[in-house]
């Protein structure tokens, strides 16, 4: 087994074909503030310098423009957190960057896009969705940065209804979202997808017309979410969605009744699901 504690609400991160786990919760309830590199994809493990930020679990990181970006989460008595972090260097050494304008929250999702917001041609983003805030709130609202996290816009609220411990995955044309909890901690086993490469802000400007050319501005689909139906698959939260041999896999969770799932389902867009054989 790997030598780095047992963990889980950890986070994950592929950069330069090496692998870092970052932060989590240990064994009682510990909070972890840690940051572990493998070279050889997972075979062997090396403990890295520890990061400047706070212990904390249900945080999330992502890649972009060569930098791991890590945000927000959930600190020491379930203390909701607001900041975001960057590290240019393979997680040596770690930038505060400054107080972000979207709320306290944990359990959310965080995935790189290419989109535009309504300015210009489509770039590639850092997109906050969703997620756990104080008064154990299930959130309901977006937020864009095209600078790594330095400054964040908010966006039209998506039209899946607030959720915290949810999946996300972004593919070239749609980011997918998966299951999770909303208010009162309902489980959710539904699918949304959304499709465009415009994503307008959330005072809801109009669109500048500022392509280069007319064909650009022919090419302006506007962001739109569409629910797939009940999924096969049971409600769940705590899940994982990655894609795979171009597939997106969704992984695990936990039931409504608390217990882990221990299934696997994979599809090619979103919209439709198929189970995978059990593990032997």
């Given at each position: 087994?790997?030598?780095?504690?047992?963990?889980?609400?950890?986070?994950?991160?592929?950069?330069?074909?090496?692998?870092?786990?970052?932060?989590?919760?240990?064994?009682?309830?510990?909070?972890?503030?840690?940051?572990?590199?493998?070279?050889?994809?997972?075979?062997?493990?090396?403990?890295?310098?520890?990061p400047p930020w706070c212990a904390r679990y249900s945080h999330?990181?992502?890649?972009?423009?060569?930098?791991?970006?890590?945000?927000?989460?959930?600190?020491?008595?379930?203390?909701?957190?607001?900041?975001?972090?960057?590290?240019?260097?393979?997680?040596?050494?770690?930038?505060?960057?400054?107080?972000?304008?979207?709320?306290?929250?944990?359990?959310?999702?965080?995935?790189?896009?290419?989109?535009?917001?309504?300015?210009?041609?489509?770039?590639?983003?850092?997109?906050?969705?969703?997620?756990?805030?104080?008064?154990?709130?299930?959130?309901?609202?977006a937020w864009a940065s095209e600078n790594g996290g330095f400054?964040?816009?908010?966006?039209?609220?998506?039209?899946?209804?607030?959720?915290?411990?949810?999946?996300?995955?972004?593919?070239?044309?749609?980011?997918?979202?998966?299951?999770?909890?909303?208010?009162?901690?309902?489980?959710?086993?539904?699918?949304?997808?959304?499709?465009?490469?415009?994503?307008?802000?959330?005072?809801?400007?109009?669109?500048?017309?500022?392509?280069?050319?007319?064909?650009?501005?022919?090419?302006?689909?506007?962001?739109?979410?569409?629910?797939?139906?009940?999924?096969?698959?049971?409600?769940?939260?705590?899940?994982?969605?990655?894609?795979?041999?171009?597939?997106?896999?969704?992984?695990?969770?936990?039931?409504?009744?608390?217990?882990?799932?221990?299934?696997?389902?994979?599809?090619?867009?979103?919209?439709?699901?198929?189970?995978?054989?059990?593990?032997?």
């Amino acid at each position: 087994p790997p030598p780095f504690p047992i963990r889980w609400g950890h986070q994950v991160v592929s950069w330069k074909r090496r692998l870092y786990v970052l932060g989590g919760l240990g064994v009682g309830n510990q909070l972890l503030q840690d940051a572990w590199v493998s070279k050889d994809f997972g075979k062997t493990w090396e403990e890295l310098p520890q990061p400047p930020w706070c212990a904390r679990y249900s945080h999330k990181a992502a890649m972009i423009d060569g930098k791991i970006i890590l945000v927000a989460g959930l600190a020491e008595n379930d203390r909701r957190l607001r900041d975001a972090w960057e590290s240019q260097d393979g997680c040596l050494s770690w930038t505060e960057m400054p107080c972000p304008r979207w709320a306290a929250r944990g359990a959310h999702e965080l995935v790189t896009f290419e989109m535009s917001l309504g300015d210009g041609q489509p770039k590639e983003h850092l997109i906050l969705l969703g997620g756990n805030g104080n008064g154990n709130t299930a959130l309901h609202d977006a937020w864009a940065s095209e600078n790594g996290g330095f400054s964040w816009q908010e966006l039209e609220p998506p039209a899946w209804p607030a959720r915290h411990s949810f999946s996300a995955i972004a593919t070239k044309d749609r980011i997918v979202i998966c299951g999770g909890s909303g208010e009162g901690g309902k489980k959710f086993n539904d699918a949304w997808v959304m499709t465009g490469n415009v994503w307008r802000t959330h005072d809801k400007k109009a669109l500048r017309k500022q392509f280069a050319t007319d064909e650009a501005a022919s090419q302006v689909m506007l962001a739109k979410w569409e629910k797939y139906g009940d999924m096969p698959w049971a409600a769940r939260e705590h899940s994982q969605l990655v894609f795979f041999r171009d597939q997106m896999v969704l992984l695990g969770g936990l039931n409504s009744q608390g217990e882990i799932a221990e299934d696997a389902w994979a599809s090619p867009d979103g919209t439709t699901w198929a189970q995978l054989p059990p593990r032997v």
